[in-house]
């Protein structure tokens, strides 16, 4: 087989040719008209994508999306306690079987502190019958992609890309000091049994836009509504 590249042909596309004979020779598929498939219609996968992978967090779950992701662990959201100005402010997706190191002290006030979350949804009816309780969460990863994504707005991936889940913008109260990152939380929440007493700690709310002088973007955004949120890769 002779391939012919014209002068004005550019390094893309001589690159994509030899990934194309790579596929064909190096084991991506016996026929010259089977290769495998990436987000990018009309190209071909390269060796780096090819063997890539990312990691994203399902918040609000225990599982990943079936047939994109799977599941590295599982555990329980946490962070900085609502009514604290210090710690973290990244949420982290707890493992459900912590280990410790030896030597462990289990005293002391010059520490950094991390609570359970808990999801504040009394007002949101979707929601209503699992306020307070403790949400789940999963690392998962997902092999073929190389990078991830939240969209806050939205329901819906661009074009290319993957829709691993669609979810509720939540965040901390406006007047918590205990301020923290924003997190796209699963539409189908799942939370630990029997978690619903009211311990706070750290705390999540639907997140709304407010229409005026400081969020001009009135229409399309709709005053005081719930923004939903979607996590895709690539």
Not at 154 to 159: A, D, G, S, V, W
Request: hydrophobic fraction near 30%; glycine fraction near 12%.
């Amino acid at each position: 087989m002779f391939i012919i590249l014209k002068d004005d042909d550019d390094d893309d596309a001589a690159d994509n040719v030899v990934n194309y004979i790579w596929n064909i020779l190096g084991g991506g598929g016996d026929d010259v008209g089977t290769h495998p498939a990436n987000n990018c219609d009309g190209e071909f996968m390269t060796c780096e994508t090819r063997n890539a992978s990312v990691v994203y967090t399902h918040w609000g779950r225990s599982d990943c999306t079936p047939h994109t992701s799977d599941v590295v662990y599982t555990g329980y959201i946490a962070g900085g306690e609502y009514l604290h100005s210090g710690g973290g402010t990244n949420p982290l997706c707890l493992p459900e079987t912590p280990e410790y190191n030896n030597g462990l002290v289990s005293s002391g006030s010059l520490r950094s502190l991390i609570y359970g979350s808990e999801i504040q949804a009394y007002d949101y009816l979707p929601w209503n019958d699992i306020h307070q309780h403790d949400p789940l969460c999963a690392v998962c990863l997902a092999q073929g992609r190389s990078t991830s994504l939240m969209i806050p707005a939205k329901r819906t991936c661009p074009q290319g890309w993957t829709k691993e889940y669609e979810g509720l913008l939540m965040g901390s109260r406006h007047d918590h000091p205990g301020g923290h990152e924003y997190l796209c939380v699963d539409l189908d929440p799942e939370v630990k049994p029997g978690s619903s007493p009211n311990k706070n700690g750290f705390l999540l709310y639907p997140v709304v836009g407010v229409c005026g002088a400081s969020f001009a973007a009135c229409p399309p955004y709709v005053d005081n509504a719930e923004l939903p949120c979607v996590v895709c890769t690539w």
